[in-house]
């Protein structure tokens, strides 16, 4: 009886486990998340961003500002975003976002491989890209992606950027 209580409890952490943490995250997930992120309130205007780039080993090997400058236009929001890394030159961007429908948000930028692909629910918003990098450099693309998620005072935004 004893061992048949042990058995039957692995065997529902192993499930619980596997319901709860193996399972991928969807965008639809944050559906009901507050404060609500609408792109054209987010980013058009002025926004500064910082942040530290890790080695895959996750030791911080460089600090990373940003600043953009949002307009919205015919539908269109354009942003100018320059990154400044530790020890490296600044390099400039130049957005085209719209949003498709409700959820869905396309973008095109100077140094990406064709066209950034987003979802937005709620308070978070993630997209996929191809970054195109420096033509000395020996890898010539790479694929990111960027999980955005606007906290309660609707002004800051935690974003997580993996390549």
């Known amino acids: 009886m004893v061992g048949t209580r042990i058995v039957i409890t692995i065997c529902s952490f192993f499930l619980l486990c596997f319901s709860f943490s193996c399972r991928s995250l969807k965008p639809q997930h944050f559906e009901s998340g507050r404060p609500l992120l609408k792109a054209e309130n987010f980013f058009v205007g002025h926004t500064k961003s ?16 940003t600043e953009t400058f949002g307009t919205l236009k015919d539908g269109v929001i354009y942003i100018e975003q320059d990154l400044m890394t530790e020890g490296k030159k600044k390099n400039h961007r130049s957005w085209k976002m719209r949003q ?26 993630t997209w996929t ?30 974003i997580r950027s993996v390549l």
């Not at 948000?105 to 937005?120: F, N, P, S, Y």
């Not at 191809?130 to 002004?155: S, W």
């Open 129 to 158: 890209f191809t970054l195109k990098l420096a033509p000395n450099n020996p890898i010539k693309r790479v694929r990111m992606t960027q999980t955005m998620y606007l906290q309660p005072d609707g002004q800051t935004m935690i």
């Open 50 to 65: 910082s942040g530290l780039v890790e080695t895959p080993g996750g030791k911080p090997s460089a600090r990373i500002t």
């Open 100 to 125: 498709v429908d409700d959820h869905n948000i396309e973008a095109t930028a100077d140094d990406i491989a064709g066209t950034a692909r987003g979802k937005l629910y709620g308070n978070y918003f």
